[in-house]
């Protein structure tokens, strides 16, 4: 039986120490809160001696009540010269009234003589008196030996004796820092066998990603006998970053049998990452591992086929363990085990056979090749299904569209677009302003139809991008438009593509409105004497 693995996030602090982080006091205790209900045992929530908002937060953390973790302070030993007890910084994480600390000292000789600027026997007095004052004091210290391996492969010697300081003056962990991120994970298993052998007290790791190997480096250092990692959540931090705890985790527990978090709580991983990412308005990639949109995206046509077959073809462990799930991505790329899946996923009733299913991706394949794009437009693309399975009536249609866009000499620029519509078998003419071409396209149309649909009210763009294809076309160049739209929190995608950005923009916009229509199972029902009835529209 493996022992457990301790977890300790410092998204809180060493997450903040990344360029672009700035967490408010409570977007702090939200994720506290998360981070908890999660099952992370330690959660260090700042330097209270470093800064007000820092002080604020553990202030605010004496009313709450946390069900598993215990939050703890980070500071540094006492300063050169300065006895423990005096040292303000020692006192700044006493009055924070949390139960645990993590100071850091130094353990490569190099700082201690260029950066502290002082001898390497009152480093060893600094580190053994601010232990020994916190213990006697009655929390639970962390000493964070900094820079550990770097100091290791300088002055073993020295390295060891910081630590072994650290112990005899009664810390509860020793935590080996590989401050700058260069350490391989052989060097890292090597390393911590050492130290093992020569202390008694629980280690721990605090790996960073400069090399992109601080979750190996995690794994090789619990293999060989530690029993902490400590990192951040998404894996944010100073440079690039500290070890990403939300792959430590499943690599540990999945795959070497560690235990970590309960299974149940396991399966919360990738809410908790994808919370967090938001908290910190930070935009995940795609592509990040376990917990990313695509780990579990399949698009290669052989691929779909096979994992359809059975999943562990092409994956190596069931996404739903982490919370996570399986999709299928339709594409130029697709063969028709693709579509048939992803009509399954879409949830759109529509029965396809094999022959139907090759001809649709053969329509997708040649529009790709002509600029667009379904992965990213799932709505166009079950409209284009609905359609092939004769499940989408059709409930207006284009006569025509005008654009007007004049621009004054006072500077204010204005669009105005007209639009005539086939409603119910009866032209709707329409005009909207807007605050550019789209918008009042958008907003011409909308008044069209909505007293037939009133749900269009609700609707909103919540998205709008362009994308030139052929860059050589300079302005005559093809463009792809995707529209995001939205409703009761609700999102869907569609594409169009044109020469023209305004009928590319049009070509989105009406699928758009469609699948609305469509999900909202909208008829054309409605009493002639309603839609007559319709202010500013005039009836030919
Ligand atoms: C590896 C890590 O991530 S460590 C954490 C790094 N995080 C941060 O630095 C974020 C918060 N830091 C801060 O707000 C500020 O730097 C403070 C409040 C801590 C200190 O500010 P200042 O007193 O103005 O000092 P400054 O930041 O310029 O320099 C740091 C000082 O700490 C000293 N120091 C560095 N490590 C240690 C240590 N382990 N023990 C004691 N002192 C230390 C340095 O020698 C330097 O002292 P000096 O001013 O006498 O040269
Ligand atoms: C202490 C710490 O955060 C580090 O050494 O990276």
Known sequence: M?????????TLRDGTQGEGVSLSVEDKVKIALRLDQFGIDFIEGGWPGSNPKDMAFFERMKEVKLQNATITAFGSTCRPLVAAADDENLRALLESGVKAVAIFGKSWDLHVTDALKTTLDENIRMVSDSVRFLKSQGLTVLFLAEHFFDGYKANPVYALRVLEAAESAGADWIVLCDTNGGTLPHEVYEIVKTVKGSLQVKLGIHPHNDCELAVANAIAAVQAGAEQVQGTTNGIGERCGNVNLVSVIPNLQLKLGYSCVEPEQLQQLTKLSRFVAEVCNMAMPNNQPFVGNSAFAHKGGIHVSAVLKDPKTYEHIEPELIGNKRRVLVSELSGQSNLLAKTDELDINVELDKQEAREIIQRIKEREFQGYQYE??????????????GKLEQ??????????MEKSADRSILSEATVKLQVNGQLVHTAAEGNGPVNALDNALRKALETHFPCLAEMQLTDYKVRVLDESGATAAKVRVLIESGRNGEKWSTVGVSTNVIEASWEALVDSIRYLLWKEGCKLSEPEEKVEARAGIVNH
């Open 2 to 10: 493996k022992p457990n693995v301790c977890l300790y996030d410092t």
């Open 395 to 404: 409930l207006f249609t284009l006569d025509s569209f005008k654009i007007l």
């Open 376 to 389: 990213g437009a799932e709505a166009s693309l079950s409209l284009m299904l609905l359609a092939a399975g």
